[in-house]
């Protein structure tokens, strides 16, 4: 049985948030604790907003193919932008650093965490782009919709209590405390 590409991609979101908090106990481990805090807020921010587009993801108007590309965009730039800034801060070069890393030259681990921060965020823009794309509203859509609301009376803002109110003439703000 294959997974839905909404559960799969809400999935990846509750990783990268797993790998957000992890970091946050390694922190004071970091040679630079910024990107450490940058690492960890990638994590959490980036892993919450996975989860949240794996619920919106069933309701984009995306055909097969674009809906695969922007669901694998959207988590592989997670784990890169989280990568970047885990490699950045843990094994490059920043301001407690004092000698060689034990993993290779904190030059290299810049570079790598670079590359990979790079690649994160142009996988992130074009995944935002698909899911703006996907946003988008057909005719017909926007014609159902439409009528959905003229036939429950409420074609425009408000609620109900407030065109019961209209029609009978009287005026409430939308500031103003109700009175039950």
Known sequence: ????????????????????????????????????????????????????????????????????????????????NWLGAALRGGLGSGPDHVGPSVLGPPLLWDRVGALALSTGSLLSLLATLIVLFGLRTTAASAASAKFCADSEGLSGFGSRRQAHAASAGEHRSNFEPESD
């Open 1 to 80: 049985m294959q997974t839905s590409i909404d559960l799969r991609l809400a999935r990846h979101g509750v990783i990268v948030l797993l790998l957000g908090l992890l970091t946050g106990f390694v922190i004071a481990d970091f040679h630079d604790r910024r990107l450490g805090d940058v690492a960890h807020l990638v994590g959490l921010i980036g892993g919450f907003g996975t989860i949240t587009l794996g619920l919106l993801w069933p309701r984009l108007n995306l055909g097969r193919l674009w809906s695969g590309a922007g669901a694998w965009m959207t988590a592989s730039s997670m784990y890169l």
